[in-house]
């Protein structure tokens, strides 16, 4: 049993020790859960180097990846002044950092006195390891001389081990993401290829509708879901007869039933994949008309139409007029911009239409 004032300075201590791990778990926790939770790896990093910077501290925490020759800064939190004069690329050769990833253990030093231009007199930089190889860096700087103990290089390394998982679970889900995608676009010209004759039908409509979202300035994501939208608009035509597609003359009312379920058998595909929800509202409602009418029936109208559905329907229709059709011949440019312009406020939003009509005529 520990007595007087000296017992009691002991137990603070402990107290404070037990304190300072019951954080350090806390925020283990907080990242792990986040891991399991969220496929975000820029919010992923970004929770990282917050946690680490209070758990370890660090005026700066910072994680690089490795990329060819160099790391590069992936994300940074804390002091400005230091992450300004370190941000960018690091060659693999002549710094901390690159020891750290060639030996796959990590480094600290301390410069016991204050040297002038340097920002930071201590550092410690862990590697992240994943699967035996480095993929990068995990680093802390702090102002104070001899901030960085065994124990922090412990610390580090946990959350570097987290960070790691983190990149390794993104890295998997990009892959499975993109198999996929690769899959649907084969599926898509397939489609193409029955339909209209021509392969490329749907790589032409995503080329278009891009051009339209570039004249648009619509913002980076929009962009992307309009990019893969167009690919797979017409992905419901799966289930639809090939000589209902390619029939040389005009359809009964029950093929025309069954080509209309398209955008909704589509949307069926898509919701099937789990993280394609963004694409529905563009494929279910590229043959909604700006004014009402069109398939499948909606109470939606007019600019309540989202606008990756109001510029798919122009490029679709723009890019179908100028193909060969089994009961047509292509139209020329001239007569497809007079039947765009026919039907903009009716079938087509005006706005997309008259942007559109200056990009194709400049
Ligand atoms: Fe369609």
Same mark, same amino acid.
């Given at each position: 049993m520990l007595k007087g004032k000296r017992g009691l300075q002991k137990l603070k201590l402990v107290e404070k020790r037990l304190k300072s791990h019951a954080d350090e778990l806390t925020a283990l926790y907080e990242v792990s859960r986040s891991i399991t939770s969220s496929i975000n790896l820029d919010k992923m990093l970004e929770l990282i180097v917050k946690k680490v910077a209070t758990i370890v501290n660090a005026d700066v925490c910072m994680i690089h990846l490795l990329n060819k020759n160099d790391l590069v800064l992936k994300t940074s939190y804390g002091s400005k002044r230091i992450t300004c004069r370190l941000k960018g690329k690091l060659p693999l050769k002549g710094n901390v950092m690159a020891r750290a990833v060639k030996t796959k253990m990590a480094i600290r030093f301390s410069e016991p006195r204050p040297v002038k231009k340097e920002l930071f007199r201590s550092l410690l930089t862990v590697p992240l390891i994943e699967k035996e190889n480095v993929i990068g860096t995990l680093t802390c700087c702090c102002k104070k001389a001899c901030a960085y103990t065994k124990a922090s290089e412990a610390e580090l390394s946990l959350f570097a081990s987290q960070a790691a998982v983190a990149i390794e679970n993104t890295r998997l889900f990009e892959e499975t993401k993109l198999n996929y995608l690769n899959t649907m676009k084969l599926l898509a010209s397939v489609i193409d290829a029955k339909d209209t004759h021509t392969e490329d039908h749907s790589e032409r409509v995503m080329r278009t509708a891009l051009d339209i979202a570039n004249i648009l300035r619509l913002p980076d994501k929009q962009k992307s879901v309009l990019r893969y939208a167009s690919m797979l608009?017409? %992905?419901?035509? %799966?289930? %639809?007869?090939i000589s209902i597609l390619s029939k040389p003359a005009p359809l009964t009312r029950e093929e025309w039933a069954q080509m209309k379920r398209h955008p909704k058998v589509g949307v069926d595909i898509i919701k099937r994949a789990g993280f394609l929800d963004d694409l529905i509202p563009a494929i279910l409602y590229h043959?909604?008309?700006?004014?009402g009418g069109g398939?499948?029936?909606?109470?939606k109208i007019k600019s309540k139409i989202p606008i990756e559905a109001r510029i798919l329907a122009i490029a679709d229709a723009y890019e179908a007029m100028r193909s060969d059709r089994p009961y047509r011949k292509r139209m020329s440019r001239d007569e497809a911009i007079s039947e765009l312009k026919r039907c903009s406020g009716t079938q087509f939003d005006p706005r997309i239409v008259n942007a559109f009509l200056k990009y194709l005529n400049r």
């Open positions: 608009h017409d %992905i419901g035509k %799966i289930g %639809i007869d043959h909604v008309k700006y004014s398939y499948p029936a909606t109470k």
